[in-house]
Every structure is written in C-alpha cells, then in structure tokens.
C-alpha cells in the first residue's frame, strides 16, 4: 500500500479531480499526497486550498516545475516518496500548434527528467503511472475504436510530445525494469476544467451570449468521458493495474461536437432561461476555419481496464454535462479568478 504518491500537475483540471476524489472518497487510499505544480495559466492552487487545512497530514502542496531535476529529486526525498501519478503537461491543442516549445520542454523533457530521478531511486519508487491520451492514435475513420495495440500516429504537437512521453515511459520500463502503468484516456469534462477547452468553453461562452466558435463542419467525433470517471479509473490501476501495462480509458460516449454544443445550449436555455429577446443559445453556433490537422474521430474501446480490472464508467454523458454545467453556474468566482490577470499576480504574490 502506498504511503507517499508524489501527484505532478495536480493543480490542474483531472488532478484536481484526481485528488479530491482520493482524500474525500476514496477509503482505500489512506497515505499521504505531495502535489507538485508549477502553477501554469492551466494551474489553480485555490481550487484545493480547503484540503491542507482539511487534511493537513495528508496533503501538501510543492510549487516547482517538473525538468527542475534539483527540486523534484527534494520533493522526493523530503516525502519518501513511494508512486508517482504524473499529470503535469502541456495540455491544449491549440496552444501546441500556436507556440510548441512549451509541450516539448514539459511534456518530454520534464517526463524524462522524472523517469531519471525514479531510475536513481528504484528501491524506494514502487510505481510511476503516467496519464496519456488517446491522441497519440492519430485519428479514425467511420467505424473501429482504438484499443491499446493501435500504433501511434500523433497529429499534432501536442499529441506527439504525449507519444514521445509514452515511449520514454515505456522504453524505462523495458531497459531498466522500472515499475510503470501508462494510460490513454479519451476527452475529459467535469469541474475545474481551465476555459479553453470545447465544453467549458461553450458552457461559459453560451452563458454569457457569446459566438460559440465551430471547427470545421462541427461533425468531428469525440469521446466523452466525465472526469470523476476518469479519477477512478487511475486510482484503479495505481492500486491493481499490472506492471508495463498499457490501458485504454474511455467513455464509450461518441458524439459530433455540434451536437453536444446544442445540448449546451439547450440545458444553459432551460438552467439561466433564454437570451435577452428570448433568442435561443442555439442561434450563437458560428462556423469557424478548421483546426490544421483535425483529427476527425477518436473512440476509445476500454475492453481491457473493464475486463481485468472491473472498471467501467458511472456517469452518463447527459447527467455528467447537467452536473457540469450546474457547476459553472455556481462556481462564477473561480471561473473570475482564473480568467483575470488578477489572480496571476496573486499566484506570484504567495508562490514566488
Ligand atoms: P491541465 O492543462 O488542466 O493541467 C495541467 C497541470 O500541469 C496544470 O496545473 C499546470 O500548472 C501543470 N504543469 C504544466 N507544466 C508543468 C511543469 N513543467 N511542471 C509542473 N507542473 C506543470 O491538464 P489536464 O486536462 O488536467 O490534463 C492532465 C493530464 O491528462 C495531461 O497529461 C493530459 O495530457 C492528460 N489528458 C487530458 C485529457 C483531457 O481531456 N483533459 C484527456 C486525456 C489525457
Ligand atoms: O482526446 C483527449 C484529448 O482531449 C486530451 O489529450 C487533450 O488534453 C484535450 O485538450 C482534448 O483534446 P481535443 O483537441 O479533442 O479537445 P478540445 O476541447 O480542444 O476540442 C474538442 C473538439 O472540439 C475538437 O474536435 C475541436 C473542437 N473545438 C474546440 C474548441 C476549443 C471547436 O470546434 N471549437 C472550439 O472552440
């Protein structure tokens, strides 16, 4: 049983998630977490700043950058750390392909960083997870689903960085024996996610009565998966998942993105009523030029986590938006802080 899980990234979205559901609900879990974080726009504090007074023995919060080899090898150290659930990343499309250094610097060279650190304590390190995503695949036509067999065929800077953190991570465990789980999982939605992203982004744009801004033809598929499902399913392979494993995580939820933008703007019609004149959110999809290099349609076929580990996910995609959305609507403070400029110079402030 693990008494030490150093979390990288665990100031963002699925970390959040990820460590909230392990203190306040998950009773086998009983260690303590150490939660590395540089804080990135993508990084809020305040949204676990209630667990260190919650659980002060069990939670600790390290700002530091992962390819800072000094700090993490201390962070290590100081905690006796005993697993590592690496989160941190470079995480949107659309930045990667505007400004890519950034995804390369952390996505790669900070996973290797880690993995050098980990070589150098492999007594002491029982289990490295390292959460991956199903880009890595490339895109799919009509039919089929990726299962973990499918070569990787990344499409866009950030889905290769994620490929090359894959093969590090797998190449350590085929070279020096190092204890590894890796996973790749489908698109999360839930709370805490950073507004940039398709569904916070129309949840907030729709809300307020801005253009919903369309790829393409809209018809591209995603496959959704609610990020409390997502959380449970890595704590699931932290604690049973097989060594040098690979696992496919996904909600078996495919949908065109025009469509779950209409159910966002049906659902924000019926929860904060129509817009002014009674116009309906629908009528704020605009059509947009095409992201380079869209991929057209993931899918994910999760056979394996279900079969061998009894995962499988909870949340319907209906009920999981309706939660979602429920939660921006009562969370416009934390919507505000990290928007603004604001709470950067707050983060400098208490953070250095
Ligand atoms: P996010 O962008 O919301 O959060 C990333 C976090 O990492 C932030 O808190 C940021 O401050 C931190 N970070 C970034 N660079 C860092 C560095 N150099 N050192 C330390 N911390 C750093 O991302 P997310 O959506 O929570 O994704 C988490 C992980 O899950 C990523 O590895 C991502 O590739 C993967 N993933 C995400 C999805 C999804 O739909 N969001 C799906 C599959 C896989
Ligand atoms: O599949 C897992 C991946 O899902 C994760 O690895 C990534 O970290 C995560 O960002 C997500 O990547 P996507 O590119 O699929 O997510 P995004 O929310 O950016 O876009 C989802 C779809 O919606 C995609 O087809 C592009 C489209 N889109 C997106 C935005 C932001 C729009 O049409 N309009 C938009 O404004």
Request: charged content about 25%; overall charge neutral; proline content about 5%.
């Amino acid at each position: 049983m693990m008494k030490n899980l150093l979390v990288t990234g665990g100031c963002g979205f699925i970390g959040v998630n990820f460590i909230r559901q392990l203190l306040e609900e998950t009773p086998d879990f009983t260690g303590r977490i150490i939660n590395v974080d540089v804080l990135t726009y993508a990084g809020n504090p305040l949204s676990l700043a209630d667990l260190e007074a919650r659980f002060p023995d069990r939670y600790v919060f390290i700002k530091a950058d992962i390819g800072d080899r000094a700090a993490m090898a201390a962070a290590l150290d100081a905690y006796r750390v005993d697993a590592v659930c690496h989160f941190a990343a470079e995480s949107h499309v659309d930045r990667s392909i505007v400004r890519p250094d950034a995804f390369i610097q952390t996505n790669i060279v900070g996973t290797h960083v880690l993995l050098e650190l980990f070589r150098a304590r492999r007594e002491k390190i029982r289990r490295f997870h390292h959460i991956s995503t199903d880009e890595v695949f490339g895109s799919l036509g009509p039919s089929g689903a990726f299962t973990e067999e499918t070569p990787y065929a990344p499409n866009s800077p950030y889905s290769a960085s994620k490929a090359a953190s894959d093969h590090l991570v797998r190449a350590y465990h085929a070279t020096y024996g190092l204890p590894v789980t890796i996973s790749n999982c489908s698109n999360n939605y839930g709370p805490y996610q950073f507004p940039e992203k398709l569904i916070s982004l129309m949840i907030l744009n729709a809300l307020e009565g801005k253009p919903l801004p369309m790829y393409g033809d809209g018809l591209n598929v995603r496959d959704w998966l609610y990020v409390g499902d997502h959380a449970r399913a890595i704590w699931t392979i932290l604690a049973r998942g097989v060594e040098g494993r690979t696992y496919n995580v996904g909600g078996r939820t495919e949908l065109p993105n025009l469509e779950v933008v209409r159910m966002i703007a049906d659902q924000l019609d019926q929860l904060a009523g129509p817009l002014p004149g009674g116009r309906p959110r629908r009528e704020l999809i605009t059509f947009v030029k095409d992201r380079p290099g869209h991929d057209r349609r993931y899918a994910i076929d999760c056979t394996r986590i279900e079969r061998e580990l009894g995962w499988r996910p909870r949340e319907s995609f209906a009920t999981g938006l309706n939660r979602t959305i429920r939660w921006y609507l009562d969370h416009r403070e934390w919507v505000e802080q990290v928007r603004s400029g604001e709470y950067q110079q707050w983060i400098r402030e208490h953070y250095g």
